[in-house]
Nanobody, 131 residues
Framework: VQLVESGGGSAQIGGSLILSCVASGFAFDDSVIGWFRQAPGKEREGVACIHTSDDGHVYYGDSVKGRFTISSDSAKNMVNLRMNNLKSEDTAVYFC????????????????????????WGQGTQVSVSS
């Protein structure tokens, strides 16, 4: 299993960025894939996750609801995270993650399962938001 993130960088407050995660080594079309972030001195936080089947069920962390949108592209084995109306508190390293053995759907339990050590993680990509 391999998860490779791209698209991080710098943005101004109120701006936008798109992160991408390309997945390989497991059945992409029947998986939950998502994003976490970790800011300096803080715990890793669940951002968003999506089921990559046609139903596209999604779940967002409270701090990003209404600003971030997660989507998947099965033709490219890719999950994207569009981040709008960025705030300074969005500054963090963002990680793509997935557990091919996870039996459920996107939700808080998926965040908890991955945070507890299940699944696979990308190397992370830095997002910095400033004025």
């Amino acid at each position: 299993v391999q998860l490779v993130e791209s698209g991080g960088g710098s943005a101004q407050i109120g701006g936008s960025l798109i992160l991408s995660c390309v997945a390989s080594g497991f059945a992409f079309d029947d998986s939950v894939i998502g994003w976490f972030r970790q800011a300096p001195g803080k715990e890793r936080e669940g951002v968003a996750c999506i089921h990559t089947s046609d139903d596209g069920h999604v779940y967002y962390g409270d701090s990003v609801k209404g600003r971030f949108t997660i989507s998947s592209d099965s033709a490219k084995n890719m999950v994207n995270l569009r981040m709008n109306n960025l705030k300074s508190e969005d500054t963090a390293v963002y990680f793509c993650a997935s557990d091919p053995l996870y039996p459920g759907y996107p939700g808080p339990m998926w965040f908890e399962s991955l945070a507890a050590g299940a699944g696979y993680w990308g190397q992370g990509t830095q997002v910095s938001v400033s004025s």
